[in-house]
Nanobody
Framework: VQLQACGGGLVQAGGSLRLSCSAS????????MAWYRQAPGKQCDLVAD???????NYADSVKGRFTISRDNVKKTVYLQMNSLKFEDTAVYYC?????????????WGQGTLVTVSS
């Protein structure tokens, strides 16, 4: 399975971006898909995730501003980011999580850089 993330770029504070994560195979095989981010000098944190049933979960810092969604036909997960803040600057990574008998496995995309200018 390969995940291809794109959509990052430079945007002014208050602006919007939409990230996309395309999977090489069906995303039905994953129990959940998510976006993580890592700012310079900081740990990698969960931004948002979406379960196979459509349930979503967001980090407190992005609630009300970001929306995660999935298109099963296009095998793509999106992260719509509105009202961007300087502190949203980070490399954003797409993640796919699959439960297996006795464990689980995670797949990661290559990351896309989001830079928000203040």
């Amino acid at each position: 399975v390969q995940l291809q993330a794109c959509g990052g770029g430079l945007v002014q504070a208050g602006g919007s971006l939409r990230l996309s994560c395309s999977a090489s195979g069906s995303i039905f095989s994953f129990n959940a898909m998510a976006w993580y981010r890592q700012a310079p000098g900081k740990q990698c944190d969960l931004v948002a995730d979406i379960a196979i049933g459509g349930g979503t979960n967001y980090a407190d810092s992005v609630k009300g501003r970001f929306t995660i969604s999935r298109d099963n036909v296009k095998k793509t997960v999106y992260l719509q980011m509105n009202s961007l803040k300087f502190e949203d600057t980070a490399v954003y990574y797409c993640n796919a999580h699959r439960l297996l008998p006795g464990g689980s496995r995670d797949y990661w995309g290559q990351g896309t850089l989001v830079t928000v200018s203040s």
